[in-house]
């Protein structure tokens, strides 16, 4: 049995509200006086973060605190890494020092796979974004987020998401977050619209399980909930669209299109946000827009994550995919094998 | 509690034995507290929540007062955690005033090793500091692994390890109903 979390397309429908359930739980953990539970005692955790993050890393730290694991937190920047160490020896290495699980950020889409199904390491691995592939706890906190916001907090328990019409806008290309939310938004029988002007939407997009449109403004009073994602400026090496003024006046969101969406309808952000370019401080500024619950969404999913991988003798998530089978959209070097 | 339902299961407390006992323990609960102004009620999920707002409504009719009554979760703090798969958690939901300086009555349905009273002690040391903390059970079957004993007991079951003790409430099972049966293979697992 798999005991990693690498692709939100691994999880199963039941996989995915059993975790939002539990998180659902977990987050009642925040009110009170004491913010702890015993249940990770004595388990270490490493936090190996490739790549810089602020929001995940202080989130899963903030979570396995909670759950009382011991903590460590590994950056790139200053390590031997920066030396010329490989992901390898440093994988052997936290191997060495009795490690039960690995939360890897990586640069390198696979790189949390590579590490999960090389036998270098026996710590169950969590994907905290690897380069364009996944991010699936971040998945996870947008559907606890949606789940919360239009079914309800105690009538979405053991509930779906189906027939929840959810729009992602902007950089598809380089988002990690669509890839995952597509993914675990189809499990849970959501459908999926991704907008995005041509020169951001990925190559073999028609074989995602989502809708594809060029038009904010015909998609807007059809959504449920809005994703604005942030154009990736670090991974950009060429002109995806001439001027980000441009950019923001047909697929920004500003006070007058949130006017068009239904009422119920909730603004999303993964953050961090560009204010002016995709989102307008109207907007992001507004009650429908739920960034700041989406943060602390993101401590109770974990927390659920971890204690189902983590707090029994085997995980409570299993996994569709046998442990042998390599995915053909984790196309990676065997690096060092 | 036992799950595994045998074929031979024999009721030794049907549903009007079960109302009479929960009536017995309601005034035992307000006589011990001398009127019961400060309990406080707390089930363990899932069927101690049931008898613990049934207690509740006992008490309110006996009082004339509102019982604060709510549940207590106490999956993250056993200590068998580590021999299982996670389980799903339940909930925990503390009334509004909280437990600080009240008597808390921690309600459960069968009381075995007393594992899961440990871990109820536990998990309420984490919200707050009730003034004393009291044990009502709708049976205990005997066999306990660590020094807890309870204030207000249903039925005293004496068992032997091979049998198991299903509790059956209305609200989960359809039916009131306390059954003995015996189980074929290992004695019974820990609580």
Known sequence: MMRHLISAADLTRDDAVLILDTAEEMARVADRPIKKLPTLRGRTVVNLFFEDSTRTRIS?????????????????KGSSVSKGESLKDTAQTLEAMGVDAVVIRHGASGAPYTLANSGWIDAAVINAGDGTHQ???????????MRRRLVGRDAGLGQDLAGKRVTVVGDILHSRVARSNVDLLHTLGADVTLVAPPTLVPVGVEHWPCEVSYDLDRVLPKSDAVMMLRVQRERMNAAFFPTEREYSRRYGLDGERMARMPEHAIVMHPGPMVRGMEITAEVADSDRCTVVEQVANGVSIRMAVLYLLLGGNEPAVTHTRPATERPAHTAFPDEEK | MDTHDSDVARPVLEGPDIARVLTRIAHEIVERAKGADDVVLLGIPTRGVFLAQRLAAKLEEITGRKIPVGSLDITMYRDDLRMHPPRALARTEIPGDGIDGRLVVLVDDVLFSGRTIRAALDALNDIGRPRAVQLAVLVDRGHRELPIRADYVGKNLPTSLRETVKVQLAEEDGRDAVLLGAKPTAPAGER
């Not at chain 1, 899963?60 to 790139?76: C, G, P, Q």
């Not at chain 1, 991010?135 to 606890?144: G, I, V």
């Open chain 1, 60 to 76: 899963f730290e903030a979570a396995e605190k909670r759950l009382s694991a011991d903590v460590i937190n590994f950056t790139a």
């Open chain 1, 135 to 145: 991010h699936p706890t971040q998945a996870l906190l947008d559907a606890f987020t």
